[in-house]
């Protein structure tokens, strides 16, 4: 009887350790993903901000090269006649 009662609380025992092991490997796998995630959306902000930047930045010069072809009486072409004054 004795023995019986050990191994039913050594089987107990055995399952709930069984499960707080699946359980924190699976927390541990969600952080991890988590981590890799936010890391993603870092690097792909990052680029959407360097990507901004150059627009800007070609935005900037259409509107001097716009400018100086107003300032000769002419008008500002579309980049694809060259982008300049016609």
């Known amino acids: 009887m004795v023995s019986k009662v050990k191994v039913v609380i050594?089987?107990?025992?055995?399952?709930l350790l069984v499960f707080s092991l699946?359980?924190?490997v699976e927390e541990s796998?969600?952080?991890f993903l988590d981590s890799e995630s936010a890391?993603?959306?870092?690097r792909d902000k990052r680029y959407v901000n360097i990507y901004r930047e150059l627009r800007r930045e070609?935005?900037?010069?259409?509107s001097r090269i716009a400018?100086?072809?107003r300032s000769i009486g002419k008008r500002h072409?579309?980049?694809?006649?060259g982008g300049r004054c016609c």
């Open 67 to 69: 400018r100086y072809c």
């Open 39 to 42: 890391k993603s959306f870092h």
């Open 58 to 62: 070609s935005d900037r010069a259409n």
């Open 22 to 24: 699946t359980s924190a």
């Open 29 to 31: 796998e969600k952080v």
């Open 10 to 15: 050594s089987l107990l025992f055995l399952g």
């Open 77 to 81: 072409c579309p980049s694809r006649y």
